[in-house]
Antibody
Framework: EVQLVESGGGLVQPGRSLRLSCTASGFTFGDYAMSWFRQAPGKGLEWVGFIRSKAYGGTTEYAASVKGRFTISRDDSKSIAYLQMNSLKTEDTAVYYC?????????????WGQGTLVTVSS | QSALTQPPSASGSPGQSVTISCTGTSSDVGGYNYVSWYQQHPGKAPKLMIYEVSKRPSGVPDRFSGSKSGNTASLTVSGLQAEDEADYYCSSYAGSNNFYVFGTGTKVTVL
């Protein structure tokens, strides 16, 4: 069974950094692209970014709203994806979800974690 | 990148059908066959219901179907059941500068 567990959320001051982890199990982690999404309280969904598998270069893509501040990485030996968030803003307050992509002609997030809440406030 | 437009709410009685629209532009919905639909119950993670316009992931009932015409995609839920009451979001690939754009969300109520 595919399982994704996010951790690392919490309360952080504006301008500070936070790193989220997504621990995966139930599949060969290194074979899959992984994404991060977020949802501000009472709001809709927003794509944050994703990282390709090493077979596709392990490269990353980011939403314009986080580009240059957020970095996604992966440790295939530990089956963990990371979201490093720097220069946090109050508008980054949200539940952050990691997902496992299934790629054919395109990639879609078929599996979701339960999410971790990040609150950016002074 | 603007959000895709969905109606705020939709409703139907058990056993009926409800269709939700998702309107974008030629730069997203109309330009690619990469529209997805997500179901989200309160306090829960989203669940992928439809991908690539009309494909269903394993485990999703065939009561859920997707289609697209021009810049508008649609999700139809047939044979409404109480557990279908949830928020539904569409999303579309929007090009290499902003991979995914989401819809504004639709709350489906089963009367």
């Amino acid at each position: 069974e595919v399982q994704l567990v996010e951790s690392g959320g919490g309360l952080v001051q504006p301008g500070r950094s936070l790193r989220l982890s997504c621990t995966a199990s139930g599949f060969t982690f290194g074979d899959y692209a992984m994404s991060w999404f977020r949802q501000a309280p009472g709001k809709g969904l927003e794509w944050v970014g994703f990282i390709r598998s090493k077979a596709y270069g392990g490269t990353t893509e980011y939403a314009a709203s986080v580009k240059g501040r957020f970095t996604i990485s992966r440790d295939d030996s530990k089956s963990i994806a990371y979201l490093q968030m720097n220069s946090l803003k109050t508008e980054d307050t949200a539940v952050y979800y990691c997902t496992r992509e299934v790629c054919s002609t395109s990639c879609s997030p078929h599996y979701w974690g339960q999410g971790t809440l990040v609150t950016v406030s002074s | 990148q603007s959000a895709l437009t969905q109606p705020p709410s939709a409703s139907g009685s058990p056993g009926q059908s409800v269709t939700i629209s998702c309107t974008g532009t030629s730069s997203d919905v109309g330009g690619y066959n990469y529209v997805s639909w997500y179901q989200q119950h309160p306090g829960k993670a989203p669940k992928l219901m439809i991908y690539e316009v009309s494909k269903r992931p394993s485990g999703v009932p065939d009561r859920f179907s997707g289609s697209k015409s021009g810049n508008t995609a649609s999700l139809t839920v047939s044979g409404l059941q109480a557990e279908d009451e949830a928020d539904y979001y569409c999303s579309s690939y929007a090009g290499s500068n902003n991979f995914y754009v989401f819809g504004t969300g639709t709350k489906v109520t089963v009367l």
